[in-house]
């Protein structure tokens, strides 16, 4: 019989299945508690969450809100990581601690109701940020606009040029 502590479990769970972006089941285990607090802190400022739960309120979870898939990856230490609201973000964060300590693995990710590999995850990672693409879009944008104005002004300027010069004609004549 469940209890209200491991319902509660679930429910926050559930929630978080359907309101992230982005999940990556990782697997943990070795890691110190001073580098899952470092870890945890580099996932808050990119705007996700680090959980450990019991991998079978986990799979209740994900069964909950119809995921299939994760079933062979809830095996042993599973931390899972909850991206709000740019998916690139938090697996750069993960890739690189990964990199970092040689401890900590990648074992899935999910992402629309699809369970990514690995190495789908480590692709997400390669790509540029939100922010990234919103300025390059920008810039796409405002460079044409800057040509514009450019040759717009173009006339008014070489007419300002022809009228100085024939200003300073004039007062060397006098």
Same mark, same amino acid.
């Given at each position: 019989?469940?209890?209200?502590?491991?319902?509660?479990?679930?429910?926050?769970?559930?929630?978080?299945? #359907? $309101? @992230?972006?982005?999940? /990556?089941?990782?697997?943990?285990?070795?890691? @110190? +508690?001073?580098?899952?607090?470092?870890?945890?802190? @580099?996932?808050?400022?990119?705007?996700?969450? =680090?959980?450990?739960?019991?991998?079978?309120?986990?799979? /209740?979870?994900?069964? #909950?809100?119809?995921?299939?898939?994760?079933?062979?990856?809830?095996?042993?230490?599973?931390?899972?990581?909850?991206?709000?609201?740019?998916?690139?973000?938090?697996?750069? +964060?993960? $890739?690189?601690?990964? $990199?970092?300590?040689? %401890?900590?693995? %990648?074992?899935?990710?999910? =992402?629309?109701?699809?369970?990514?590999?690995?190495?789908? %995850?480590?692709?997400?990672?390669?790509?540029?940020? $939100?922010? &990234?693409? /919103?300025?390059? +879009?920008?810039?796409? %944008?405002?460079?044409?606009?800057? #040509?514009?104005?450019?040759?717009?002004?173009?006339?008014?300027?070489?007419?300002?040029?022809?009228?100085?010069?024939?200003? &300073?004609?004039?007062?060397?004549?006098?």
């Amino acid at each position: 019989m469940p209890t209200a502590k491991k319902e509660a479990v679930v429910a926050e769970l559930s929630d978080a299945f #359907g $309101r @992230s972006v982005l999940t /990556i089941l990782t697997d943990y285990r070795g890691l @110190s +508690v001073p580098d899952l607090q470092t870890l945890r802190a @580099s996932l808050r400022e990119s705007q996700a969450e =680090m959980k450990v739960a019991k991998n079978t309120l986990t799979k /209740i979870a994900a069964h #909950g809100n119809e995921i299939d898939g994760l079933d062979e990856s809830l095996v042993g230490p599973t931390a899972l990581v909850f991206a709000w609201d740019d998916p690139a973000q938090p697996a750069k +964060v993960i $890739r690189d601690f990964a $990199r970092s300590s040689g %401890i900590l693995s %990648i074992k899935v990710g999910l =992402m629309d109701g699809e369970v990514l590999s690995a190495e789908q %995850i480590t692709a997400i990672a390669d790509l540029p940020s $939100r922010d &990234e693409l /919103i300025a390059k +879009v920008v810039g796409g %944008i405002a460079s044409p606009l800057y #040509g514009l104005v450019n040759v717009m002004s173009g006339p008014a300027r070489s007419l300002a040029y022809v009228l100085q010069a024939r200003k &300073e004609q004039l007062e060397q004549a006098a």
